[in-house]
């Protein structure tokens, strides 16, 4: 359990709890090697904000992703000596001109900060898919002539895992994020679904697979969907043996939103990796001073911010695994 590189805190989230300093703190005390503070960019269209956001505008979220960067900074040298920080943004992929457009606008902005992205997709035709199953089915139905959608046809969902894995390639060959988020999040609400059913979207994750190995990114195991019910994390059983075989690396994140969710059901990771054999993990490592450390191994570009190195030792056995109170 000693890395995750995707979280989240109340005060830079509004989906979220506590204060990004109790979130290390929680880390710190539960023996990570490895933290990810990777918060959601912001939005710039008043139409895809969510219901808890709704006493803010885009200006506002800009500004508070800002003043994330501004703080996350500070508590990265405060905490140096104890834990290993990275500062992250998780992206979107709503309307690709202007998120992408965004996107391009913050790492600009912050370009001396930012180590490395959290490739998410969260919306399909501009829809959100994992706010909640009503929201889901909505985005189910814009791509259906039928309104009856609850549940939706296998080729509606079908239809809609599609997209997704269309959005994520996307967003992978234009900014080449060093994490792939919850890799499978459009079988959130149906994890049953199978996908290596139909061809076409079968394909579709492997192309994005190989095209993720062939830059270098982790694909993260995340334990946020054991809490919303999957019997697994993300991914499934399924595409994390295709990442393997074709020779894809892992790392693990805890999705947490809060102190409280710091290597929640971490346990329940280290079941599912030791069910399938997974003997490798890897973590980023922020490059800190470069003009002393100039050797290219492990180096992930376009950022050119971290290394992605292998979990050394017998990780499994890892006294922070036993942390976990969930």
């Not at 992205?117 to 791509?143: M, W, Y």
């Not at 609850?150 to 060959?173: G, H, K, N, V, W």
């Not at 399924?238 to 809060?258: K, W």
């Not at 969710?261 to 280290?270: A, C, D, I, P």
Request: hydrophobic letters at 35%; glycine letters at 6%.
């Amino acid at each position: 359990m000693p890395i995750s590189l995707h979280s989240h805190s109340g005060q830079f989230c509004k989906h979220a709890t506590g204060q990004l300093d109790h979130v290390i703190l929680t880390a710190i005390e539960k023996q990570f090697k490895s933290y990810g503070l990777s918060e959601h960019m912001p939005r710039n269209r008043s139409i895809d904000l969510y219901p808890e956001e709704r006493d803010m505008d885009v200006d506002a979220l800009i500004e508070q992703f800002d003043q994330f960067i501004i703080e996350a900074t500070r508590l990265k040298a405060k905490y140096a000596t104890k834990i290993s920080l990275l500062i992250g943004i998780e992206t979107e992929v709503i309307e690709d001109d202007s998120t992408f457009a965004l996107l391009d606008q913050v790492l600009d902005k912050h370009r001396d900060s930012i180590d490395y992205l959290v490739g998410s997709v969260h919306h399909v035709n501009q829809i959100p898919i994992d706010f909640d199953k009503a929201t889901f089915h909505e985005a189910c139905r814009s791509l259906s002539l039928s309104s009856a959608c609850d549940p939706p046809e296998p080729a509606i969902l079908y239809e809609l895992c599609s997209q997704y894995f269309d959005a994520q390639y996307r967003l992978m060959t234009r900014f080449q994020p060093e994490v792939i988020g919850h890799f499978d999040l459009c079988l959130l609400y149906y994890p049953e679904l199978d996908l290596t059913k139909d061809q076409s979207v079968w394909d579709k994750v492997k192309r994005n697979v190989s095209f993720g190995i062939s830059y270098g990114a982790l694909f993260e195991v995340n334990s946020a969907a054991l809490k919303k019910g999957w019997p697994t994390p993300y991914p499934g059983p399924a595409i994390l043996h295709l990442i393997c075989e074709m020779g894809g690396r892992l790392t693990l994140s805890d999705d947490s939103h809060g102190p409280h969710q710091v290597g929640l059901n971490y346990s329940g990771v280290l079941e599912y990796l030791s069910k399938h054999r997974i003997r490798s993990l890897w973590f980023l490592k922020p490059i800190t001073d470069k003009t002393s450390d100039l050797s290219t191994e492990g180096l992930l570009h376009p950022r050119r911010r971290v290394r992605a190195l292998l979990l050394s030792g017998e990780w499994s056995k890892h006294p922070s695994w036993s942390t976990d109170t969930s």
